[in-house]
């Protein structure tokens, strides 16, 4: 009759209930709690312990949507119990001692602390058999939202995303887009927030809203938009960084001109390809490191056009162009462009720093690659189509030298240095016109030059070639130039006329040194007994009778007995 009673009482309690849905939930826990008190009674030797508690909070939620369950500690389900409506209050029967979790399962996305308490049921100092309350507090929804991408359906992932308080600017949370740009803030309290989004290189079209917060989830975070991302790539120029090359960037569905991007001038587009489908959009150009970038591009296709022009020549830039694609992300271009072929110019000088043209310069590379040039009237000159690298220049002009250079050339430091003449000839010859016996012939003879002041250690000499030609190369300076006579060539009769020679060089070739050999000249008269008309003079060296004869000039007259004759 008691549990009738109660029952009836139960029934009554429910129909109280301002809705059909709280009528059920407190019906069941009266049910529940009759239902227990009745195995109590049926059983009084076997204990039943019941577990309660509220679930707590601050905030107006929907108790009747929150379940608790209990669990064995081996996670076997035992029994479950909604909570009351109106406060919060649960209770759970335990049969049977042991070790058990009591678990809130609230809707997805409520947050709770703690999700869970561990028991160990033994009927009498545990807090179920001491009557206390085990308590859940909620600790707020969870706020959804995306990160969206300009022309596309999703977002990327790694934007930061930080949660204020509605005109605070402390922050409250702070998450980072997954794939597909979603973020969540958990445990969020209803009230007003401002959400903003942030990346280190990418720029947004909206990076701020404003979103609230009623009795449940929120997924209504979808208007921040990334406008574009970041796109990087290098030039090089046989390994070394190139600057001044533009970059175009070309779209072929966009039309406008995106932000913080050069101004494409006239000149560059009408020297570029033809056949480059789409619309120029954006210009930027290499730094010094080789580097460029283009700072907002937005999620699509795009090719890209190098360009190259340096002193008014136009230089091919490998690949001539490049496609690829913007999706959700920055972009690096792994493999740099590479410049190929361009311009080197310099100067060419004599010693004095005046201007020296028609000298050849010839640049030759490891790989046997050779350039050549020659300067014009001002010294100038200039090669085409040159690749960056180690050099060995050449400089080659008659009667001149240059020492042999080494040069490391790239298209950022195109100019050579100014190369000038270190030597120049000093050229001369030696006339004979008939060695006496026993005398060197001329092209065994050696020609002696030497510094005016210095040692004979720094004299140099040369030998006369066949015709008694002779040249010397030699840094500007003062110099003596003496043709080696032995002492018995000079009791033979062999002089050279003069002796020695003083020469200043300057800034330029010394031509016309001459050593001729001193002639004397032999005079007489010859008396004939009869007419003169048939007579020969001749004389040979008294040391070799048998050398040709020399025969003298004769004046002849069949009148005159007595004529003159002369050796030349």
Not at 182 to 195: D, H, R, S
Not at 438 to 450: A, N, T, Y
Not at 539 to 553: C, G, V
């Amino acid at each position: 009759m008691i549990f009738k009673a109660l029952l009836l009482n139960a029934i009554v309690n429910a129909e109280k209930c301002s809705t059909p849905h709280h009528k059920r939930i407190m019906l069941g826990s009266l049910i529940s709690v009759l239902s227990l008190s009745f195995l109590i009674g049926i059983k009084a030797e076997q204990d039943i312990i019941g577990c309660g508690g509220f679930v707590q909070s601050n905030v107006h939620i929907d108790f009747d949507r929150v379940e608790v369950k209990l669990y064995t500690k081996q996670g076997a389900f035992k029994f479950k119990t909604e909570c009351a409506p109106n406060n919060g209050y649960f209770l759970v029967a335990v049969y049977d001692k042991g070790d058990y979790t009591l678990r809130i399962e609230p809707p997805g996305g409520w947050g709770f602390s703690p999700t869970e308490i561990d028991l160990a049921i033994d009927g009498s100092t545990d807090p179920c058999s001491k009557g206390e309350d085990l308590n859940f507090k909620f600790t707020g929804f969870t706020l959804r939202g995306l990160v969206g991408s300009l022309g596309k359906e999703d977002g990327p992932a790694g934007v930061n995303v930080k949660l204020y308080a509605e005109g605070n600017e402390q922050m409250i949370a702070e998450s980072t887009s997954q794939h597909g740009g979603t973020f969540i803030f958990e445990n969020t309290m209803p009230g007003k927030y401002l959400v903003k989004a942030s990346h280190s290189s990418w720029t947004f079209s909206k990076e701020e809203t404003l979103v609230e917060i009623i009795n449940d989830n929120s997924a209504d975070v979808r208007d921040l938009m990334v406008f574009g991302y970041d796109v990087k790539g290098s030039v090089v120029s046989g390994g070394e960084p190139i600057q001044g090359v533009f970059f175009i960037l070309f779209s072929p569905t966009e039309k406008q001109s995106l932000n913080q991007c050069e101004d494409l001038t006239e000149d560059i587009v009408k020297n570029l390809s033809k056949d480059i489908q789409g619309t120029p959009i954006c210009k930027v150009t290499s730094n010094e490191k080789g580097e460029f970038f283009f700072p907002v591009v937005p999620s699509s296709e795009y090719t890209l056009v190098p360009f190259y022009m340096s002193r008014g020549n136009i230089f091919d830039v490998v690949p001539s162009k490049l496609s690829f694609s913007v999706n959700y992300k920055s972009v690096v271009l792994k493999t740099p462009f590479q410049v190929y072929g361009f311009v080197v110019t310099g100067k060419v000088v004599d010693g004095s720093g005046k201007a020296m043209p028609h000298v050849s310069v010839i640049l030759k590379n490891s790989n046997g690659d050779v350039r050549s040039a020659k300067s014009d009237e001002e010294g100038n000159y200039k090669m085409d189509n040159v690749t960056t690298g180690n050099y060995e220049v050449n400089l080659e002009k008659e009667k001149h030298l240059f020492d042999t250079e080494r040069v490391y050339v790239t298209p950022n430091t195109p100019s050579l240095p100014v190369f000038s003449s270190k030597k120049y000839s000093i050229c001369g010859s030696i006339d004979v016109v008939q060695l006496p016996h026993g005398v060197l012939p001329v092209h065994q003879r050696k020609v002696f030059l030497q510094p005016v002041g210095a040692s004979n250690t720094e004299i140099v000499s040369k030998m006369a070639d066949p015709s008694g030609a002779f040249c010397f190369l030699a840094p500007p300076g003062k110099y003596k130039i003496e043709v080696m006579i032995s002492s018995t060539e000079l009791k033979k009769g062999f002089i050279l006329k003069p002796r020695d020679q003083a020469v200043d060089v300057v800034s330029e070739p010394v031509s016309g040194i001459q050593f001729k050999q001193f002639r004397a000249s032999v005079t007489g008269k010859l008396k004939c007994i009869g007419s003169c008309e048939d007579s020969v003079v001749h004389m040979t060296p008294l040391d070799n009778p048998s050398s040709e004869k020399i025969y003298a000039e004769v004046q002849k007259s069949p009148e005159i007995k007595e004529s003159s004759f002369a050796f030349f």
